[in-house]
Structures are given as C-alpha cells and as structure tokens.
C-alpha cells in the first residue's frame, strides 16, 4: 500500500465540509502528512451586458476572493491550532475540475470530501461535486456523510 504523505481536503464553509476536514485532519495526524485545505471560489455567472448597480464585475469578484481569504484564514486559525504541517490554498474555477488539478499538482495521496446528500431533482439539477471527483479523479478520494 502507498504512504500517504499528503492529504487534500477541499472546504466551502458547510458542516458538510467541515465534518470532512475534521476526517482529514485524523488522517493528516495519523499519517504524519501534509494537509491541504483547499476552498474553490466558484466562477461567478458571467454578468456583463446585464445591469447590475453599485458595483463593477471586476470588483465583485475582488470582493469575493478577499471574503474568501478572510473566511479561511479564521478557519484555519481556529482549527489548526495544534497542527503546522499544513497549506491553505484558494483558487478560482469549477470545483471539481479544481480538486482534481490542486491534488494532481501538490502530489496528493488522497482527497477528503464531504458530500451533502442531496438526492432526487436537487441532484440532477445540481450535481455532485464529490461524486464528480470520485468519477474523474486519479487519486483515491474518501467521501464523509455529515454526521459520520
């Protein structure tokens, strides 16, 4: 069996996600591994040509990818009080396509995800970002249950 020496959670700021980090921060600690926590700014909808008042497109996303610094730095600061062996990284993209990449690039050996169990017309209309990842990644991935 492979060392895992690294382990890649992606986080949105739900209990979905933080029940995974809390899976891939056990598994960081038992391993002796690298944790990478991982937050992927959705690629807002394309708003040019439409009216939207007070603020430049350009500047909305500024604004979304400092509230995201903000957010994961106070995660961070207050879930891994106890643990150094770790990077935070924020990208912009499609999640799952991002998952994959981040994970393929840091040379992760497993990728910790939590899924939010949504099911019937939820699930067709929006997807699964972790079942995505399952399907198309070359790394192995872990899905948690909220409340697992």
């Known amino acids: 069996m492979k060392k895992i020496s ?52 350009e500047k909305l996303e500024e604004e979304i990818e400092e509230g995201a610094q903000k957010m994961m730095e106070s995660f961070c600061r207050s879930n891994l009080v106890d643990f150094t062996d770790y990077e935070c990284l924020i990208v912009a993209g499609l999640p799952y396509e991002q998952i994959i990449k981040q994970a393929e690039e840091k040379s992760a050996d497993l990728i910790v995800l939590g899924t939010h169990g949504r099911t019937g017309i939820d699930h067709v209309l929006f997807g699964s970002t972790a079942e995505k990842v399952v399907r198309k990644s070359d790394v192995p991935v872990l899905t948690v249950k909220l409340g697992e």
């Open 6 to 57: 690294t382990v890649l959670t992606a986080i949105d700021f739900s209990d979905s996600s933080d029940n995974a980090f809390q899976m891939a921060l056990s598994l960081a600690k038992s391993f002796s591994a690298k944790l990478l926590v991982l937050h992927v700014i959705n690629e807002p909808v394309d708003l040019r040509g439409f009216y939207v008042p007070h603020i430049s497109f």
